[in-house]
């Protein structure tokens, strides 16, 4: 097996390039589990470095597909306030966002396109990082402590506010509930 370029089994004309540019492959690359490595190593005799390298980028490129999966459904626009770019790469702008993440995830729940919101950068690490929250029904909820920024702070409330923020995500019927309410409980800054 030529150990520079990605493996047969992947499936993909090019390698994955189409389905998200280089720089975000990288962004989205980390440790494979050492199940994976040991079932490429299984399957395909390989040593195990070579093993970890390949199931790395079956990891990237699994990672770019939900990725691509999450924005599709949500129609390449930020759920929490419409932002919709149209002549730029759409994943240059946009990201997916967990809402119930590892380890308290299980892999089938991390896979589950219901799991992720389609969000714009600023939008969707204020989400990651709880700034955000989202109730069951899809409505945005907003920590006190960024209210205050954005009730203080015009620079703040130009992304923030209630003019570009929208009360309810864009396509709620798109979310599980019982990942939302875990990202309310577990990630949602209250205070
Ligand atoms: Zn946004």
Redesign the pocket.
Known sequence: MDSACVPDFLGLVDGGAHLVPAHRLALLDDDPRQEDVARVTRAYGVAEETARRLARQRRALDSARLERDVLAAWDW???????APRHVHAVDL?CSVRLKTAPAATVRELEDTRNAVS??????DALRRGLFGLATDGRVLVSAGLAADVASEPTVARVFGPG??LATVTTPELLGASYAAWHADHRFQRV
Do not use: E, I, Q
């Open positions: 626009r930020c759920g929490l306030c419409g932002l946009l969000a714009c950068t600023a939008h969707g570009v923020l």
